[in-house]
């Protein structure tokens, strides 16, 4: 399918991500190509042909494609935090369990999980530049666009987390995709999150590469299926203070407030973070 070529002011806007329709396995796209619409609307107007014939050059359309997308987003994440019903199991498949065990690498990267937490710490251009494991560390009920990655389902889930080793080794991955992005877990316990000592580089960096945002959701989602749900909130109020009250994450409010607040599974939870968010703002208008 043809790439999205939209129309642009090169001078004012950065070329869009060439992820065409049908992304490959080094792509974090893990909705098809809605990585690129997501990229597209976050921009004050783009051209998008490509979907559903959506022309969003300008005012009410772009508004419209913006809703649109985001309306999708919300059904994803209602089926998320419903744990996805009517989706049945298949003990026949196992990948996830066996590669969090040690015993199969992740493709097409191919690394064991033991060799990605010993050796990959601080590899911040490996990280960025490779994607196909984040299906493998993060591995969630959703096929992604790594077709050499497996959904990961419930019997899974259930070994990974009555295991010691391998629950703790989730814990590292999570550690390991925060440092990358300059933040550093406080308290295992709480999910208190503190700035890493090379948080301004990195904060400038996850400020300016909105494909993390994507790998974000992913990880959070993957907290929540492997019995972590109690870090995602922490990781929120984290994000919406930096971005809000310091400045420093500002580009990633909109995804903070829209996508990644939505794959909290407690309502009431969800309901104190968007009040945090609110009070952050110093504003009593609805997020």
């Known amino acids: 399918m043809e790439t999205h070529q939209p129309r642009r002011d090169p001078d004012k806007t950065p070329l869009l991500p060439q992820h065409g329709k049908t992304p490959?396995?080094?792509?974090?796209?893990?909705?098809?190509?809605?990585?690129?619409?997501?990229?597209?609307?976050?921009?004050?107007?783009?051209?998008?042909?490509?979907?559903?014939?959506?022309?969003?050059?300008?005012?009410?359309v772009a508004d419209s494609g913006r809703r649109r997308w985001r309306g999708k987003s919300q059904e994803d994440a209602w089926r998320y935090r419903n744990k996805y019903p009517g989706k049945k199991d298949n003990l026949d498949l196992n990948d996830n369990y066996r590669f969090y065990a040690n015993e199969i690498p992740c493709r097409p990267d191919g690394a064991l999980i033991d060799d990605i937490h010993n050796g990959w710490w601080g590899q911040y251009d490996k990280l960025e530049r490779l994607h196909?494991?984040?299906?493998?560390?993060?591995?969630?009920?959703?096929?992604?666009?790594?077709?050499?990655?497996?959904?990961?389902?419930?019997?899974?889930?259930?070994?990974?987390?009555?295991?010691?080793?391998?629950?703790?080794?989730?814990?590292?991955?999570?550690?390991?995709?925060?440092?990358?992005?300059?933040?550093?877990?406080?308290?295992?316990?709480?999910?208190?999150?503190?700035?890493?000592?090379?948080?301004?580089?990195?904060?400038?960096?996850?400020?300016?590469?909105?494909?993390?945002?994507?790998?974000?959701?992913?990880?959070?989602?993957?907290?929540?299926?492997m019995e972590y749900e109690h870090l995602k909130a922490p990781f929120l109020r984290f994000v919406l203070h930096e971005a809000i009250e310091e400045g420093t994450l500002d580009h990633t409010l909109?995804?903070?407030?829209?996508?990644?607040?939505?794959?909290?599974?407690?309502?009431?939870?969800?309901?104190?973070?968007?009040?945090?968010?609110?009070?952050?703002?110093?504003?009593?208008?609805?997020?």
């Open 132 to 225: 196909g494991y984040i299906q493998w560390l993060f591995p969630i009920r959703e096929q992604g666009v790594n077709d050499s990655s497996q959904e990961l389902l419930l019997h899974e889930a259930k070994r990974i987390c009555s295991d010691p080793v391998m629950h703790e080794r989730v814990l590292k991955s999570y550690e390991l995709m925060l440092d990358f992005y300059g933040m550093k877990l406080k308290d295992r316990n709480t999910g208190e999150i503190e700035r890493a000592d090379n948080w301004q580089e990195r904060f400038r960096h996850l400020n300016h590469s909105s494909h993390n945002y994507l790998r974000i959701t992913r990880i959070l989602k993957c907290l929540g299926e």
């Open 254 to 287: 909109d995804s903070c407030i829209n996508y990644w607040l939505e794959v909290l599974r407690n309502d009431q939870e969800r309901a104190d973070v968007r009040e945090y968010a609110n009070e952050l703002r110093g504003t009593v208008t609805e997020l």
């Open 24 to 60: 490959d396995a080094d792509s974090d796209c893990d909705v098809g190509c809605f990585s690129c619409i997501y990229w597209c609307l976050s921009l004050p107007c783009c051209s998008l042909p490509c979907w559903g014939g959506l022309d969003c050059w300008g005012g009410d």
